[in-house]
């Protein structure tokens, strides 16, 4: 009865937290998620995806819901965003989803490569702290290299990255600062598009050193986010902070349909990824996105506008064999569309591929798209 008990609990778990899906970011008049355009190409020639009927298999009664029963699976963190609704916000705790970490993004640059934090994230964390059972919990202040003027935005931003980095002890400063003067409990620094830029990753590593004793000074944590790109075998990355590595950049903007991960996908990453395997976790991101074939347009889907969208067009809908997305064409004026997006039951399968490969606790971090 116990066994039940905790494999209950995970399934309500993983369920609650993809029900709660929030939107993406919005700049510039488009929705932009983490590493949106940082799609890899390496399956890119894969061929069809064979698939699997939605209807043998549509709950989480698998492998991985007993895994997470036996503490192989563990949900550590999710990120929360100032755009979200407050019905997300006072939702967060209404359930079974109990992460360790609540990630508040983002701080960002203004013009002047100065670190900005919004004082909706500011309003938002004061919400979230006051909510009941929060006391347990670990807020991180996520910092990205966006600029952000009147009227613009940079997102991913490497000049900015150059210049704050000039000074690795300076900014590693302002950044425990600014996480402390607002009562953070620990630092994220999600600094993307270095990709192969050597001169900029031995920069950021500096960086990193100066933070890490800064950090230690003040007894506060550091998490990395690392981009599926990363060439960790090239620049030697410090031990000490915990690495989160993207694992939702497999298809999306610029490439044909298919899903934000795979089991191929997933096991080269994790294979990559080795050298820092004792100290690592995994981004994962529901939702996917709605590929117009004749504009040859994209665009992207929430976990829940995909149930939606799956009622009312998606008749012919399948289970992605090598993702365990869910997928279905169908026609809108004249127009075929293809769609992939991921459910709980897809997240599940993503987390038991890296458990399984590995032998290894995987640490699940959720960004929803």
């Known amino acids: 009865m116990k066994h039940l008990q905790k494999k209950s609990r995970i399934c309500l778990l993983i369920l609650f937290l993809l029900l709660t899906g929030c939107s993406a970011k919005v700049k510039d008049g488009q929705q932009i998620p983490p590493a949106e355009e940082e799609a890899e190409q390496t399956l890119e020639e894969q061929g069809e995806s064979s698939t699997v009927d939605i209807t043998q298999n549509t709950s989480i009664q698998s492998e991985t819901s007993d895994d997470a029963g036996d503490g192989k699976i563990v949900n550590e963190a999710v990120w929360v965003v100032y755009w979200d609704d407050e019905d997300y916000v006072s939702k967060l705790m209404d359930g079974a989803y109990d992460p360790e970490i609540i990630c508040e993004f983002e701080a960002y640059f203004d013009g002047k490569h100065t670190l900005v934090k919004e004082d909706r994230v500011k309003e ?82 500096a960086f990193e050193n100066e933070l890490i004793r800064e950090a230690d000074k003040e007894g506060i944590p550091l998490r990395i986010v690392l981009e599926p790109s990363t060439p960790v075998e090239k620049i030697g990355l410090p031990e000490g902070p915990e690495y989160v590595v993207m694992c939702y950049n497999l298809y999306g903007y610029g490439t044909k349909p298919g899903p934000k991960a795979d089991r191929d996908f997933l096991i080269e990453l994790a294979d990559r990824f080795e050298p820092l395997s004792g100290n690592l976790g995994f981004a994962f991101a529901n939702g996917g996105f709605d590929w117009d074939l004749k504009k040859d347009t994209i665009e992207p889907l929430t976990d829940l506008q995909g149930k939606k969208l799956i009622q009312t067009e998606g008749k012919n809908a399948l289970r992605d064999e090598k993702s365990h997305d869910l997928t279905f064409t169908y026609e809108k004026d004249g127009h075929k569309h293809e769609v992939y997006f991921a459910d709980e039951e897809t997240i599940a399968f993503w987390a038991g591929v890296i458990h399984e490969h590995t032998g290894r606790k995987v640490r699940i971090n959720i960004w929803r798209n």
């Open 124 to 205: 938002q964390f004061t919400r979230l702290k006051a909510l009941p059972g929060m006391e347990e919990k670990k807020f991180y202040l996520t910092f990205v290299n966006d600029v952000v003027t009147d009227g613009s935005s940079s997102q991913k931003d490497t000049e900015v990255l150059y210049d704050v980095l000039k000074d690795p002890a300076k900014h590693a400063s302002d950044v425990v600062k600014a996480a402390k003067e607002d009562g953070y409990d620990g630092i994220e620094i999600d600094y993307e598009k270095i990709r192969d830029d050597l001169k900029l990753w031995e920069m950021f590593t």
